[in-house]
């Protein structure tokens, strides 16, 4: 099956610093990659969709000035915490899917990063 | 946008049990997965099923989509298999919207 990568697979930083969380798709090509964020015992929640070559769209409630999403190239894109604070201590979760017309069809997810902030 | 509703939330079974694990949206679809999350939280695969019948090994799933609804069934369940179950679908657009969730704990 496709392979997605993340990087870091955790991360503590103190509260005001900026983190940068990578997401790679390793044997396949993503122009679509998604970002979600995960509360323990909780479900995923979609945070936004990275559009390579264009910018990404935010769901409602999402700060688009604090989680800065890039993608660069059709196999990366980084999301990265800007002024990060304890409330966003969090596991984060990417995912890809294959330019369309080709496999993959679905989603597939990488293993996650988890941030404490303190 | 699209609910997805996971049924039952908790589920306790001996190793060797089967299990069935519901999923119903209150929309078309034209994508359907079902993953595991292991203790680690990564997303496991088991199925892109936007209609029909899948079959992988002791694990199989079902979609019906003219009824917006989707099963996954579990046979002769081992330890490993403990974990939480997703079912996610999507309507239009690409994104997904994830149900709540079914935690699986299979006792030895």
Redesign the interface.
Known sequence: GAVVSQHPSWVICKSGTSVKIECRSLDFQATTMFWYRQFPKQSLMLMATSNEGSKATYEQGVEKDKFLINHASLTLSTLTVTSAHPEDSSFYICSARGIPGQAPYEQYFGPGTRLTVT | GIQVEQSPPDLILQEGANSTLRCNFSDSVN?L?W?HQNP????I?LF?IPSGTKQNGRLSATTVATERYSLLYISSSQTTDSGVY?C?VGGGS????????TKLTVNP
């Open positions: 994508n997965q993953f680690w939280g990564q997303l695969n892109y997703f996610a690409e994104k997904l919207v994830f149900g709540k969730g």
